[in-house]
C-alpha cells in the first residue's frame, strides 16, 4: 500500500527522494504545499451578462488526443463520394435533421443535453502545438520540436488559472490530470501546465493506471484507506523539515509547509478524498459501466474527483490504449481502429458519466467537454484506409452546465473539409469555458514576474450559452 510519507527508521526523518516529491515544486505536477497556497485565493465574482455565465462549478475535459476523424463521429457526410464518407452509416439523435456516425449511439442519445461545434479550426498541423492552442487558447510561438519542452514562460492551461483565480474550497486538488500528461519520448509537452503562473498552479497528476483492480494514486501523498489517527502521527513534518535545514536549501523546498501543517492534515485525512482515490473499494459491475479499460476508468476516476471538489479535470486518453498504439492518430487503419478500439470505450464512459452527473443533479452545474486537438482529413488515404492531421475543420462537444441543449453550431462544407459558416478556433473554445466556468475570458491575471496575462483572446460561442 503506497504509504504517507517514507519514514527513516533510525531517525524517523523524511529521506531525500520523498522529501523531494512532498515538498518540491516540479514540473511533474502540483505539491502539497502549491495546493494549500491556491486554496488561499479567493473566487472572482465578475459581472453577470449572459443567461449561462458562471453556472458551471466545476468542469471536466475528455482529451480525445490523437484526433478523432469528424467524419467517423459527429460530422459524418453520407452524400459524399466513397473515398470521404468512409464505411460507416448514421443514426438520428434526438434533434430533428441531426445525424451521427453509427459508432456514438450514446452520445447522440444525450444530444437533447448537449451542444456541438462543427467548426473548430486552426493552422497548427501537429500534435503538440494543436493541444496546447487548445489548452491555453494561444498559438504556440515555438517550432514543432519545441513544444515538447515545457517552460515557465508558456502560457497556463485553463485548469491552472482556474485553480489561481477560483480554486474553490477543496478539499481536492483544484485541477487534476488524469492519469498522465500527453508527452513524447524525452519530452515533456507545453500548455499541459502552469507555465508562467508558477509551479504552485501545476495540475495533480493521478499517475498508475485506473484500471488495475487495486488503484492507488502513485502522486497524492495519501494513502486511501490509512487510519487518520497514523496520519496524525506522521504529521511531525516541521520538526522533520527542522532537522534537514541543509536538504532543504539545496532542495529549494517552500517553508510554507510548516505553515499550513494544521490544514495540510485535514486535506490528506479528508473522507471525500480518499473514497474518491480509492477505486477498489467501488463495486466491480459499477467500474464496469464506465468500462474495464484505461479511459473508461480514467473519467469515472475523473468524476469522482470532482465530486471530491476538483474544479477541472483533464482525462486523457493514453496511445497505450487499443491495439495500434497510437490513439486516434489513425493514420492507417482509421476504420478498424474507430469501430474496434477507440470509439466505443469513449462512447460507453460518456454515456456512464453523462448518466451519472444527470441522475445525481450534478450535471447542470458540471460543464462537460469532448475534444481533441483536431480532426482527420476528410480524403481517405487508399493505400492503408488511413486520414490524416486535419486542422481546418474539425468538431467539439459541450454538455452540462450553462450549454443550450440540442444546439449544433457552425456547418461544414459538402466533404468536411473547411467551415462553411460560422468558424472558431481554439481562443473560443477556451473563452467559452471560462464563461461557463463564471471568469470573464477577456480579464487578466498576473504571472510571476507580474506581467500581466489575458486569459483568452477569443470569445465565447455565444448560440451555446444562450
Known amino acids: 500500500m503506497f504509504k504517507l510519507w517514507n519514514l527513516a527508521s533510525s531517525a524517523d526523518l523524511l529521506d531525500r527522494r520523498e522529501l523531494l516529491r512532498v515538498g518540491g515544486l516540479s514540473l511533474a505536477g502540483l505539491s502539497l504545499p502549491a495546493l494549500l497556497n491556491a486554496q488561499e485565493r479567493t473566487a472572482p465574482q465578475p459581472a453577470r451578462r449572459q443567461r449561462s455565465f458562471g453556472q458551471a462549478r466545476q468542469c471536466i475535459i475528455l482529451y480525445l ?45 444525450w444530444m437533447n443535453k448537449a451542444g456541438l461545434v462543427r467548426t473548430m479550426n486552426h493552422t497548427h498541423n501537429d500534435h503538440g502545438r494543436g493541444s496546447y492552442w487548445m489548452f491555453t487558447g494561444y498559438m504556440y510561438p515555438g517550432s514543432v520540436p519545441d513544444v515538447n519542452s515545457m517552460s515557465r514562460s508558456d502560457m497556463p492551461h485553463m485548469g491552472s488559472v482556474l485553480a489561481k483565480l477560483a480554486p474553490g474550497n477543496g478539499p481536492m486538488f483544484p485541477f487534476a490530470i488524469v492519469p498522465h500528461r500527453m508527452d513524447v519520448a524525452g519530452g515533456r509537452r507545453a500548455g499541459q501546465f502552469a507555465g508562467s503562473l508558477g509551479g504552485r498552479y501545476d495540475p495533480m497528476l493521478t499517475g498508475g493506471n485506473p484500471n488495475d483492480d487495486n488503484f492507488r494514486l502513485d502522486h497524492l501523498p495519501l494513502a486511501a484507506n490509512e487510519d487518520v489517527n497514523v496520519l496524525r502521527r506522521r504529521m511531525t513534518l516541521a520538526d522533520q523539515l527542522g532537522a534537514q535545514t541543509q536538504a532543504m536549501q539545496q532542495l529549494a523546498v517552500t517553508q510554507n509547509i510548516r505553515d499550513n501543517q494544521a490544514r495540510a492534515l485535514d486535506v490528506l485525512s479528508s473522507d471525500a478524498v480518499r473514497r474518491a482515490v480509492d477505486l477498489a473499494a467501488i463495486p466491480a459491475a459499477e467500474r464496469q459501466r464506465y468500462g474495464r479499460n484505461l479511459f473508461g476508468q480514467s473519467v469515472m476516476l475523473g468524476k469522482r474527483l470532482l465530486d471530491a471538489g476538483a474544479r477541472l479535470v483533464q482525462c486523457n ?62 480524403r481517405i488515404t487508399r493505400s492503408n484506409a488511413g486520414r490524416e492531421h486535419w486542422p481546418e475543420c474539425y468538431s467539439v462537444l459541450f454538455a452540462g452546465g450553462g450549454i443550450r441543449g440540442g444546439t449544433v453550431v457552425g456547418r461544414s462544407d459538402r466533404i468536411g473539409a473547411y467551415p462553411a459558416a460560422n468558424p472558431f478556433t481554439p481562443a473560443d473554445f477556451t473563452a467559452t469555458i471560462y464563461h461557463c466556468l463564471g471568469i470573464d475570458p477577456h480579464s487578466e491575471t498576473h504571472d510571476q514576474t507580474n506581467r500581466p496575462i489575458r486569459l483568452s483572446p477569443g470569445t465565447p460561442i455565444a448560440e451555446l450559452i444562450g
Request: net charge negative; charged share 25%; glycine share 8%.
Open 317 to 378: 486518453w493514453q496511445r497505450t490504449q487499443g491495439r495500434n498504439g497510437f490513439a486516434w492518430d489513425t493514420h492507417w487503419n482509421n476504420f478498424t481502429a474507430h469501430r474496434e478500439d477507440l470509439v466505443p470505450p469513449y462512447d460507453q464512459a460518456f454515456n456512464a458519466l453523462m448518466t451519472d452527473l444527470d441522475r445525481s443533479g450534478k450535471l447542470d452545474e458540471t460543464l462537460v467537454v469532448v475534444a481533441a486537438e483536431f480532426g482527420r482529413s476528410p
Open 65 to 109: 488526443s490523437g484526433g478523432p476523424a469528424h467524419l467517423d463521429t459527429f460530422d459524418p457526410k453520407p452524400d459524399a463520394p466513397e473515398d470521404i464518407r468512409g464505411e460507416f452509416s448514421t443514426i438520428p439523435t434526438p434533434i430533428p435533421g441531426l445525424r451521427f456516425s453509427e459508432l456514438v449511439p450514446h452520445t447522440a442519445r
